[in-house]
């Protein structure tokens, strides 16, 4: 079990990682049955540096879609909220033996997070989804 979340967690940072200083940040879902919300919260300090962030997936041989269809919702430190439906178009290498993937699906680039405090970012999938094992937020450098 422990071989198989290091596993997971160097493929993740492998996927996502491109070399640059990033925030990860992943939340265990139901693989069987993910339907409820997860929340990632990420504390900006840094209000000057433009920021690229994205979706990361951690999925099993389970989840047999290459698209997911999300809500995401941010609430700024200031109290403002946004929230959008986002389709998630996965690259996946279909194999031929069952595994565990991560991958990282571009959500801003070259975002600029102008508010300190507390950004929260809320991922919601439009139906039931079996297979997705961990959701999260990236944000890269």
Known sequence: MRGAVVGAIVA???????????Y?????????HWSDPVSIVYDNSDITTPRDIA???RYNDSFDSDTLTVVIQTSLPDVHQTRERMLLRLNRD????????????????NCLLNQSGYYIFTITPCRSVQGIEAVGIEIAE
Do not use: N
């Open 12 to 22: 993740l940072l492998l996927c996502c990682g491109c070399g640059s200083e990033a």
């Open 24 to 32: 990860i940040d992943m939340q265990s879902v139901d693989a069987y």
């Open 55 to 57: 979706v990361a997936l």
């Open 94 to 109: 279909y194999k031929a033996t069952a595994l565990t993937l991560s991958e990282c699906v571009g959500y801003r680039d």
